[in-house]
């Protein structure tokens, strides 16, 4: 057997006299697979996978016919308390609630996992994770080196997010951001071509291929780069008496045709009077460019499956081939025929057992993991899991930007993944890799795990205020106080979104049931502690 208590297990505990129970706790929640059994002779593993098979859509048959043609095995689909907690991290960056885990593992209809999907697309929480998302990629931040301001940003954010509110298409929402004009207080949507290191035409393009394209043009050939530069040559930005207000706008002063160079090679002329940007984004959306759909479905599924069809999700190149080109094409003419609908897109891939698969590998490899033979586990990003943190305690956090005058401070209610401007931030996001928006690559927001974060998680009196003054934990111990079957079962619901095993309720009951009083209530915040810092609350899995 493989131990796989490396993805699933805890750190090293805090008080010795109690490390023998919280160790034997651990083991008990690790995860133990056979890593090379044949796939005809694998069980599913309680309580993260499931014995009922999904049938297979498109997709799936695209992903299975080319894993079986390398004979890499695949596991079962992941268990109903993994999936909701699964779906709803990846589509709205939120832990489900005790309630809604109970409500959701005693429903029997056989579509109820195609139903849970659709109504978290249309919640509003969805719309505030997918604006986080665009924004780190958009460049939302106010201060240096964006330099884009606090009046523009409130604007530039509140447009993105009813972008996401309303489902935009796609290609409607890339026009806006590359071709129009006026004022960035007015027509929010020209701070993206404010949002950008230096206002040099080549600054403009390079942004715009790497947010549209996932492409890096410093790596293009000298004339497509310079080619394309030109459609953003005769931008102008012109400053109004209002205090960091510009009009983004055409030149007016060049006359004569521009002509320039479309990144497939071709000429693109503009007559005189018009904005090349109109032409490039006409080019960029039309249904037959290979370019904006491949870029948007291959981040999208980044996003939901931890890493690209072309890794990493913003550097498609020739030499950086898709690790499923039959897949990628599938997903990119769904998209186009769907008229770049980002929901029905996100629909297909979290409907599919692809992504409804256990995250335990049967083939431990890295081809099993770029192939997406099991959903791969990842740490939560800052955000997610600061708010993660906040919502188990009931308590709030402190975010503030401190440039420019007047100092930014927020209301503790204020959410992290509801934070518009990358320059409002906290030490826990800043230590946790919260992306800082300076580039709009995928690569700023860091997921790894460091040895500060695990002593912050470990020994900060942050992480022990919450678990002890936190009203929600304080709720479960005076609903079940005396009752360390109660205890047990609303703290594993309320931290891993699941009920414990058999074997992990047997041991902490039998660890509970001896105490009253104080020492009961300091082991019921010891669990507490203990399951926040396994990795399976830690990471998505």
């Given at each position: 057997?493989?131990?796989?208590?490396?993805r699933?297990?805890?750190p090293?505990?805090?008080?010795t006299?109690?490390?023998?129970?919280?160790?034997?706790?651990?083991?008990?929640?690790c995860?133990?697979?056979?890593?090379?059994?044949?796939?005809?002779?694998?069980?599913c593993?309680?309580?993260?996978?499931?014995?009922t098979?999904?049938?297979?859509?498109?997709?799936?048959?695209?992903?299975?016919?080319?894993?079986?043609?390398?004979?890499?095995?695949?596991?079962?689909?992941?268990s109903?308390?993994v999936?909701?907690?699964?779906?709803?991290?990846?589509?709205t960056g939120t832990?489900?609630?005790a309630?809604e885990v109970r409500?959701f593992l005693?429903?029997?209809?056989?579509?109820?996992?195609?139903a849970?999907?659709?109504l978290?697309?249309?919640?509003?929480?969805?719309?505030?994770?997918?604006?986080?998302?665009?924004g780190?990629?958009?460049?939302?931040?106010?201060?240096?080196?964006?330099?884009?301001?606090?009046?523009a940003?409130q604007?530039y954010?509140r447009?993105?997010?009813d972008?996401?509110?309303?489902?935009?298409?796609?290609?409607?929402?890339?026009?806006?951001?590359?071709?129009?004009s006026?004022?960035n207080?007015?027509?929010?949507?020209?701070?993206?071509m404010?949002a950008?290191?230096?206002?040099?035409?080549?600054?403009l393009?390079?942004?715009t291929?790497?947010?549209?394209?996932?492409?890096?043009?410093?790596?293009?050939?000298a004339d497509r780069?310079?080619?394309?530069?030109k459609?953003?040559?005769?931008?102008?930005?012109?400053?109004?008496?209002?205090?960091?207000?510009?009009?983004?706008?055409l030149?007016?002063?060049?006359?004569?045709p521009l002509?320039?160079?479309?990144p497939?090679?071709?000429?693109g002329?503009?007559?005189?009077?018009?904005?090349?940007?109109?032409?490039?984004?006409?080019?960029?959306v039309?249904?037959g460019?290979?370019?904006?759909?491949?870029?948007?479905?291959n981040?999208?599924?980044?996003?939901?499956?931890g890493?690209?069809?072309?890794?990493?999700?913003?550097?498609?190149?020739p030499?950086?081939p898709?690790?499923?080109?039959q897949?990628?094409?599938?997903?990119?003419?769904?998209?186009?025929?769907?008229?770049?609908?980002r929901?029905?897109?996100?629909?297909?891939?979290?409907?599919?057992?692809?992504y409804?698969?256990?995250?335990i590998?049967?083939?431990?490899?890295?081809?099993?993991e770029?192939?997406?033979a099991?959903?791969?586990?990842?740490?939560?990003?800052?955000?997610v899991?600061?708010?993660?943190?906040?919502?188990?305690?009931?308590?709030?956090?402190?975010y503030?930007s401190?440039?420019p005058e007047?100092?930014?401070?927020?209301?503790a209610?204020?959410?992290?993944v509801?934070?518009?401007?990358?320059?409002?931030?906290s030490?826990?996001?800043e230590?946790?890799?919260?992306?800082?928006r300076?580039?709009?690559?995928?690569?700023?927001?860091?997921?790894?795990w460091?040895?500060?974060?695990?002593?912050?998680m470990?020994?900060?009196?942050h992480?022990?205020?919450?678990?002890?003054?936190?009203?929600?934990?304080?709720?479960?111990?005076?609903?079940?106080?005396?009752?360390?079957g109660?205890?047990?079962t609303?703290?594993?619901?309320?931290?891993?979104?699941r009920?414990?095993?058999?074997?992990?309720?047997?041991?902490?009951?039998?660890?509970?049931?001896?105490?009253?009083?104080?020492?009961?209530?300091?082991s019921?915040?010891?669990?507490?502690?203990?399951?926040?810092?396994?990795?399976?609350?830690?990471?998505?899995?």
């Amino acid at each position: 057997m493989h131990n796989f208590f490396h993805r699933f297990g805890f750190p090293p505990l805090r008080k010795t006299g109690r490390v023998q129970f919280l160790m034997s706790l651990a083991r008990i929640i690790c995860l133990a697979v056979a890593s090379t059994a044949p796939a005809a002779e694998l069980q599913c593993i309680e309580p993260f996978e499931s014995a009922t098979e999904a049938p297979a859509t498109t997709l799936d048959r695209l992903v299975e016919d080319r894993l079986g043609k390398l004979g890499i095995a695949i596991g079962p689909v992941c268990s109903d308390a993994v999936f909701l907690r699964r779906a709803r991290i990846d589509l709205t960056g939120t832990l489900p609630d005790a309630d809604e885990v109970r409500a959701f593992l005693s429903d029997r209809h056989p579509t109820k996992r195609a139903a849970r999907i659709d109504l978290l697309l249309e919640s509003p929480e969805h719309a505030d994770y997918m604006a986080m998302k665009w924004g780190d990629v958009l460049r939302i931040k106010a201060e240096f080196p964006i330099n884009l301001w606090p009046n523009a940003v409130q604007a530039y954010y509140r447009w993105l997010h009813d972008a996401m509110a309303s489902n935009l298409s796609h290609d409607q929402l890339a026009r806006d951001l590359i071709a129009s004009s006026g004022s960035n207080f007015r027509v929010p949507q020209v701070n993206f071509m404010r949002a950008v290191q230096g206002r040099a035409p080549s600054s403009l393009a390079a942004a715009t291929a790497l947010t549209f394209m996932g492409s890096r043009i410093e790596r293009w050939p000298a004339d497509r780069s310079t080619g394309m530069a030109k459609f953003f040559s005769r931008l102008s930005y012109k400053p109004t008496a209002e205090w960091k207000e510009e009009i983004v706008c055409l030149d007016p002063a060049p006359v004569g045709p521009l002509v320039a160079m479309l990144p497939d090679g071709r000429s693109g002329r503009v007559e005189d009077g018009r904005d090349p940007r109109e032409v490039f984004a006409n080019w960029l959306v039309a249904p037959g460019n290979p370019w904006f759909a491949r870029a948007t479905v291959n981040r999208l599924w980044s996003w939901m499956m931890g890493r690209g069809i072309v890794h990493e999700p913003d550097d498609l190149r020739p030499d950086n081939p898709p690790s499923n080109p039959q897949l990628l094409g599938f997903l990119e003419q769904e998209f186009v025929a769907s008229g770049f609908d980002r929901r029905k897109l996100l629909r297909t891939i979290l409907n599919s057992r692809t992504y409804q698969r256990s995250s335990i590998p049967r083939t431990p490899s890295s081809e099993a993991e770029s192939l997406f033979a099991f959903y791969p586990v990842r740490r939560l990003e800052a955000e997610v899991l600061v708010d993660a943190l906040c919502h188990l305690s009931d308590s709030g956090e402190s975010y503030s930007s401190q440039a420019p005058e007047p100092y930014t401070f927020l209301p503790a209610t204020q959410t992290a993944v509801n934070l518009g401007d990358g320059s409002i931030s906290s030490s826990f996001l800043e230590l946790f890799g919260r992306p800082p928006r300076d580039t709009g690559l995928e690569s700023e927001r860091n997921n790894g795990w460091s040895d500060g974060q695990s002593l912050h998680m470990l020994n900060s009196t942050h992480v022990q205020t919450k678990i002890r003054n936190g009203t929600r934990l304080r709720k479960v111990w005076e609903k079940n106080a005396g009752k360390p079957g109660g205890l047990v079962t609303g703290l594993y619901l309320a931290i891993l979104s699941r009920p414990p095993t058999v074997s992990e309720a047997t041991t902490t009951e039998e660890y509970l049931r001896p105490l009253s009083g104080r020492n009961m209530k300091s082991s019921f915040e010891d669990l507490a502690w203990a399951l926040i810092n396994s990795k399976e609350f830690l990471y998505r899995h």
